[in-house]
């Protein structure tokens, strides 16, 4: 079973650029589907990005071009760089991974960003 631990978060200006990384224990991330994920107050958690243990990865619209996920399968980190960042982007963001055999899921506690002027 992998532990997740996200760090990274914190407060940036409208176009401002922050990065995440997700670090992983307990399993190797090469063999999940990783993905990030964001929780906005009073929304649904949704995606915002996935790398599928092939390295397919993936974007919401509402990011793309913005935002780049990345791995490192030796380190067992996972990263999230988020550039010209807007309001709408404030949420608390988590990292995910899938276990595609088993079709566990496992979350990280979560870090929060805040877009604001």
């Known amino acids: 079973q992998v532990q997740l631990v996200e760090s990274g978060g914190g407060s940036v200006q409208p176009g401002g650029s922050l990065g995440l990384s997700c670090a992983a224990s307990?399993?190797?991330?090469?063999?999940?589907?990783m993905g990030w994920y964001r929780q906005a107050p009073g929304k649904s958690r949704e995606m915002v990005a996935t790398i599928s243990a092939g390295d397919v990865a993936d974007y919401a619209d509402s990011v793309k071009g913005r935002f780049t996920m990345s791995k490192d399968n030796v380190r067992n980190l996972v990263y999230l760089q988020m550039n010209s960042l807007k309001p709408e982007d404030t949420a608390v963001y988590y990292c995910n991974a899938f276990d595609p055999i088993s079709r566990g899921r496992f979350w990280g506690q979560g870090t929060q960003v805040t877009v604001s002027s």
């Open positions: 307990g399993s190797a991330i090469s063999f999940y589907s």
